[in-house]
């Protein structure tokens, strides 16, 4: 047991580092910085970087572009990338999709759809929750129903609607959760389908969430004409492909390095404020115990966490256990945002949002925490609610 | 970086864990603790003699295992589990780590003696008014000859009834707590004016208070230096906290299986109750709860090498360790109901020794104070 870094690994720190440096784009980093919503190519630019550096995707397999990382070096990359606070690859492509792909997908369809996630040309969206059917997905109603159309070809006609999907405005495809055999059982009568998000029948309408921002949409689905070599894995059997990525959503859920440089900003903060006696608010002895308190529980789940990837690299796959992860990184990232908040005062309050680039009002780091903080209340709820993570624990690593 | 342990310390694991189970099952201890003079002198020269695990942190050329915080840390886990009450704490990890840490002239002999489990140590460092503060005596030391004179009280030393050895901090200058002028001495119980006044403990140990009165030690007595011992305590009080809270990582995972056990068997309006939500949840939290205290131990564990990080680590580990006792420990209680009220089940012993361990070399508070200062600084 030991946290040492062999010569090589600090070598590959400073090859990360400067190559974040170098080649972050300029214009992504004005735009974070203003705090103002993002473009699609925005939100593509570091991702398309990546991808001609090859460093998209570290986890996957090699053979699909994956960089045969060390865990250490995958810590590493994280570390670096949350200390530079560049806007990591969008998940839905790269981190929920491709392993489903990789792990249940037929040969062609790992040659016709890895790359275009991998460049960044494609940008995918997730289509599970419905109006009726959120921790309790296998509730899910979209139907789908086969049929054989005048060209001969079978296909699949979806009809439903999903929510809460995220930056589905942007979208060129969606992966989706169908029902296509309504008698089985809740699980058993599953699909998994990818669909084009150009298809005659799909609509996208915006949800405005309490922080004012427009994050997630509803998709509505009217008679989408979906061939069947869209389907991943075997019929009734998608099922299967939603609990792995759910796994892998939460491994990744934790967001320990991007917390650290969080509470980095957070002292910095604590530092400039002025507590009621007119120290600095990290000296005022109720605020820098939850500061401290904070730290140290961070820092348990950053252990907690290096312990889970040495799991993994001895061969196992992110199990069960990953729900701690995601159930103590949100209840961290909350705890961030809410203190960031407290820490501000008076200067919580404005809503600068439609006041344009030059609404200077209060310190430039307030601007932005208290539509983090309301945003960051979803945190405890998608990828399972936290909740549902403890059974997930009760169920599957307790045997309750 | 490396989480894995290697092929001797999973053996190591695999001897203690064996051995106490067939020699230190709940019913064994409950004897041992029952009949003068509560400890079992029987089992340490096992330890010494069987399993060799006394050497377990000293190099081979002391005679040891060639270890060091690891296997202290796989040992105190095991110990923890079973709820050992033998001094491995007070000689190998306190005692071995005054003689390793000080270059004293006498330290390669009074090793070997630890080895052999003929050298048992207790550690001599709170008073009665000194709260959790190491700098805080009255006891004192002064010049008499070549050797010194020792005057005072030291309050709940535990293993003192069977020690033969005390590790004593006491004042050779400055005022009541200050920094300069705290040295380490080693007094053999046998001394003439040593006088013990001895009692059981709430969670099975021995302990006492000792009194020091004109107690006359040579210059070999000192251990570091004269009047700068305070760092020397400190590293040996961090390497206690880490291993302390490897004993609690023992603890805790039998306070949480065993109430998982018991939910799973106890039946209430028709099920069993461990099918209750509102239980699993709570069993959750506490598994959580012990997930977090296994990583804060490794974390301190490693960074006792390193003289930097060491004392941040020790007291977070000790604040995370200390809640996780509180909320696992209280919580296993409830959930066995009226049978965790009783001294029959082993729940309520596990529970009593987590509660000391909360307190053990600082409470919560004391180390979280201790970790806001290093981290951030002078409060105002």
Known sequence: MNLDFSPEENAFRQEVRAFIKDNYPADLRAAQNSGQPLTRDLYLAWHKVLARKGWVAPSWPKEFGGTDWTPTQKYIWSEESAAAETLPPLPFGVSMLAPVIYTFGAEEQKKRFLPGIYNGEVWWCQGYSEPGAGSDLASLKTKAEKITADDGKEYYIVNGQKTWTTLGQFADWGFFLVRTDPDAKPQAGISFLLIDMKSPGISVRPIVTLEGGHEVNDVFLDNVKVPVENRIFHENQGWTCAKALLAHERSGIAGVARSKRNLEKLREIATTERSDAGGSLLSDAFFRRKVAELEIDLTALEFTELRTLAGESSGKGPGPESSILKIKGTEIQQRLQELALEAVGHYGAPFLRDLGHNAQIGPDYAAGLAGEMFNGRKTSIYGGSNEIQRNIIAKMVLGL | ?380
């Open chain 2, 1 to 380: 970086m490396d989480f894995s342990f290697t092929e001797e310390q999973s053996m190591l694991r695999d001897t203690v864990a064996s051995y106490l189970a067939d020699h230190y099952s709940f019913e064994q201890r409950r004897a041992i603790l029952g009949q003068e003079p509560g400890w079992s002198p029987a089992i340490w020269k096992a330890f010494a003699e069987e399993l060799g695990i006394l050497g377990a942190p000293f190099s081979e050329a002391l005679g040891g295992l060639g270890g060091g915080p690891v296997e202290n840390m796989i040992v105190m886990q095991e110990m923890g589990k079973a709820l050992v009450v033998e001094p491995y704490l007070g000689t190998v990890v306190i005692g071995g780590g005054f003689l390793k840490h000080s270059g004293h002239a006498g330290a390669e002999a009074l090793i070997a003696q630890i080895i052999a489990g003929e050298a048992i140590f207790a550690f001599a460092y709170a008073e009665p008014q000194g709260r959790y503060n190491l700098a805080d005596l009255k006891t004192t030391a002064a010049r008499d000859g070549a050797g010194w004179v020792l005057n005072g009280h030291k309050a709940v030393v535990i293993g003192g009834p069977y020690a033969t050895h005390l590790i004593v901090t006491a004042r050779t200058g400055g005022g009541q707590r200050d920094a300069q002028g705290v040295s380490v001495f080693i007094v053999e119980t046998s001394a003439p004016g040593v006088t013990r006044r001895d009692y059981p403990t709430v969670d099975g140990f021995r302990a006492s208070e000792i009194t020091f009165e004109n107690v006359k030690v040579g210059a070999e007595a000192l251990v570091g230096p004269e009047g700068h011992g305070l760092p020397l305590v400190e590293k040996v009080v961090d390497e206690a906290l880490a291993a302390t809270c490897a004993e609690a990582c023992g603890v805790l995972q039998k306070l949480h299986e065993g109430t998982l056990e018991y939910t799973r068997q106890r039946k209430q309006f028709g099920q069993p109750i461990s099918a209750f939500q509102v239980l699993q949840h709570r069993m959750v939290d506490m598994f959580i709860q012990v997930e977090q205290a296994v990583s804060m131990t490794y974390m301190a564990t490693i960074k006792l090498g390193d003289d930097k990080e060491r004392t941040k680590s020790a007291a977070a580990a000790k604040v995370q360790i200390g809640k996780a006792c509180r909320f696992v420990g209280q919580n296993a209680i409830q959930l066995h109901g009226g049978m965790g009220m009783t001294d029959e089940m082993a729940i309520g012993h596990y529970f009593k020794r987590a509660t000391m361990i909360e307190s053990a070399f600082g409470s919560t508070d004391h180390h979280l104070a201790r970790y806001e200062f290093l981290s951030l600084g002078q409060a105002a």
